[in-house]
């Protein structure tokens, strides 16, 4: 695993901050002055790459590349994966990525301005591209798999992973860096706050993200990289790699219904799907990191689904959203990556910010502070606009 | 400008851009290897010529251009006439 977020650097940072529930949420003053009805943003720091990566090579990387490229670095180095093996044997890229925003204003300005398109220059058309995540991490890598982005809006990063369990369990690849990247800029997310879905609770910045808070009122956007290298149980051993979990099961489901607003059904089918293909009693699910993204509809619905589907028991959930924001095109990894270094290291993060619950979320087992506790199963879940939804199950690898 | 502060200048542009040691911008030395330029980056040195000199390089005029001393001509003779 590897990850880049608002909440550290790398592993080791991430997990203390998760283990402090500290949050990554900022004002960002240069969104007010655009015009953002919300300037509250996770904030991070763009990688300074020099030195790593060549300058032919980083002109095609946008923000959302060279946060993949660190966290995918981190991922390899854990994973005992080095370019040796690298070379000789077809290593697979799928990675969650729907934007690449700030790449395309920034060249389309030129044209605009400029009315010459060379001046865009050579790295533009591919930091412009959907697809830049996985163009540019195939190429530094040098993997010679399946190279494809998977664009499920803010399940992208979920389904990454999911699909990428699929073809190893067919057997089509053996090894697969997958994740999820999402560009933090006011460009990527201005039409995003135009639509009033962001958290307006300026005056007090890493309490905005509230999921399943009665008080709750909007999202706040977030971002950065997370990495994880899913492998067949049998490469895995053959090449002496540290196993660390096993992705048990996959659900998907669509709306079929609103653009933007969820529903309950399509959730519910998803959370069934992955239970029946895991193949797991619901019971020993010990946790489940929610979607709810502190939108009032969103976190009610998935609460109502989660509530359904468990019928009666009440497992442990917490949205880490509360501390990152809402990670979209990557958070369907990030919470992969979040849920497992808890899972590692015996806590579960606290749902910060839970300070009432409403009707609806009074119906989970929600905690605000820190659990102290061993757990070897937990859930994931991941929605998005247009109604795609996608559902992990994961399970601490035991000899 | 004279010709001197136009090389000056655009020595430091290019070992900017194309992050090179200044020093190994000789007139003699051959622009694709001292640059490090591959297939693309040819967009990127018209670019920064047409950014700071206001003078256009046709990509098939660039590619007649082998060392730094036909450049600095090449350009110099063009900002002249501009």
Redesign the interface.
């Known amino acids: 695993m590897g990850v880049y977020s608002c909440l550290g650097k790398n592993l080791e940072e991430v997990r203390e901050s998760l283990y402090n529930g500290k949050s990554g949420i900022i004002f960002d003053p240069v969104r007010k002055e655009m015009g953002f009805r919300s300037a509250l943003t996770a904030y991070l720091e763009t990688p300074d790459l020099?030195g790593q990566v060549?300058?032919?090579q980083r002109?095609y990387m946008p923000d959302q590349a060279k946060y993949a490229y660190v966290a995918t670095t981190e991922a390899l180095r854990n994973a005992r994966l080095d370019q040796d093996y690298i070379d000789s044997h077809e290593v697979g890229l799928l990675y969650g990525n729907d934007s690449t925003a700030d790449a395309v204003v920034k060249s389309v300005d030129i044209m605009r301005e400029k009315k010459?398109t060379?001046?865009?220059?050579?790295g533009a058309i591919f930091q412009s591209m959907n697809s830049t995540v996985t163009m540019n991490l195939g190429c530094l890598f040098r993997l010679k798999g399946i190279n494809l982005t998977v664009s499920g809006a803010c399940a992208s990063g979920s389904h990454a992973i999911g699909l990428g369990s699929l073809l190893i369990k067919w057997g089509l690849q053996d090894c697969i860096v997958c994740g999820g990247a999402q560009e933090v800029n006011p460009y990527s997310i201005g039409s995003f706050d135009g639509i009033n879905a962001f958290s307006t609770r300026e005056s007090d910045p890493t309490k905005a993200s509230r999921p399943f808070d009665r008080d709750r009122d909007g999202l706040v956007p977030g971002g950065g990289a997370a990495t994880v290298i899913i492998e067949s149980y049998e490469s895995a051993v053959k090449r002496g790699a540290p196993i660390l979990a096993e992705v048990v099961g996959y659900g998907f489901s669509s709306n079929g219904d609103h653009m933007s607003v969820p529903n309950v059904d399509g959730p519910s089918r998803s959370l069934e799907m992955c239970l029946r293909e895991a193949h797991v009693d619901k019971k020993d699910i010990a946790y489940i990191n929610a979607h709810a993204t502190s939108t009032p509809v969103g976190d009610k619905n998935e609460a109502k689904a989660i509530a359904n589907v468990f019928d009666g028991y009440k497992p442990i959930v917490t949205s880490t959203k509360a501390m990152t924001g809402h990670e979209m095109w990557m958070a369907g990894s990030s919470e992969i990556v979040y849920s497992m270094l808890m899972m590692q290291n015996d806590f579960i993060a606290p749902n910060i910010n839970f300070e009432n619950p409403d009707e609806d979320s009074a119906k989970l087992n929600i905690p605000a502070k820190r659990l102290d506790t061993h757990f070897d199963m937990f859930l994931s879940n991941s929605f998005g606009f247009g109604g795609t939804n996608s559902t992990l199950i994961v399970k601490r690898f035991t000899k | 400008m004279d010709k001197d502060t136009f090389i000056e200048k655009l020595n430091e542009l290019l070992a900017e851009e194309f992050e090179v040691d200044i020093q190994t911008i000789r007139p003699e030395a051959t622009i694709k290897i001292t640059l490090a330029m591959d297939s693309l980056s040819f967009v990127d040195l018209i670019a920064v010529i047409e950014n700071d000199f206001g003078v256009k390089i046709p990509g098939q005029e660039l590619k007649e251009l082998k060392t730094f001393s036909q450049l600095y001509d090449y350009i110099y003779e063009k900002i002249q006439k501009a």
């Open positions: 020099k060549s300058r032919n002109v010459d060379t001046l865009v220059g050579s």
